[in-house]
């Protein structure tokens, strides 16, 4: 396998560059948060970078609620992906986990999110705008679920350091807090 370019263009070429560059450099997964944060921040602040098809709805989501998400680059050994999540007006995913670290933020529209601790009890919410961004470094704050609240969509970048979309991982019940497994897909690639 190769690298998998979706959204094949030098801003994409660039950023995968840099985040391979900050990773091999860093001595820990946080370093390498950290190291690649101005990075992340600036991609969000573009508003050119990413194209309208990458920022619609899909109707037929696995995850429900028209949810879609579209990988933009995948590493030929799947230890590195990018890919926005776009989540309709009103529609909130399923509680979740993602069993890698990286990092998250939000490039349009608005949401609130959920945190929830390993009993899947809500710890802490959230309200998060454009440009907004944090890194996930699993096991802490693992598990939770995003909402939009804008009267459009939202869109959210994820930078993880797995196939997030084929990868086997775990939705929540809010009710019952028992785990389901979740494969979540993405809407331009098919999983093996
Ligand atoms: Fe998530």
């Given at each position: 396998m190769s690298d998998e370019?979706?959204?094949?263009?030098p801003v994409v070429h660039e950023f995968v560059h840099d985040v391979r560059a900050a990773i091999a450099a860093a001595p820990s997964a946080a370093a390498a948060c950290d190291a690649i944060r101005p990075r992340f921040g600036a991609l969000l602040a573009d508003?050119?970078?990413?194209?309208?098809r990458f920022q619609q709805p899909n109707p037929d989501s696995g995850m429900g609620g028209g949810i879609g998400q579209w990988l933009l680059f995948r590493g030929a050994d799947r230890e590195l992906t990018l890919f926005a999540l776009v989540v309709p007006a009103g529609a909130a995913t399923p509680?979740?986990?993602?069993?890698a670290w990286g990092l998250v933020g939000l490039y349009r529209g608005s949401q609130d999110e959920e945190i929830y601790d390993d009993r899947v009890d809500l710890k802490e919410q959230r309200a998060l705008a454009p440009g907004d961004f944090y890194a996930l470094l699993p096991p802490r704050d693992d598990i939770h679920r995003v909402r939009t609240t804008s009267p459009e969509q939202s869109v959210s970048i994820h930078l993880l350091t797995n196939d997030t979309g084929c990868v086997w991982r775990h939705s929540y019940d809010e009710h019952t807090h028992q785990a389901e497994p979740f494969r979540s897909g993405y809407v331009n690639v098919p999983c093996d």
């Open positions: 370019y979706l959204l094949d263009t508003p050119d970078w990413l194209p309208e509680i979740h986990d993602h069993l």
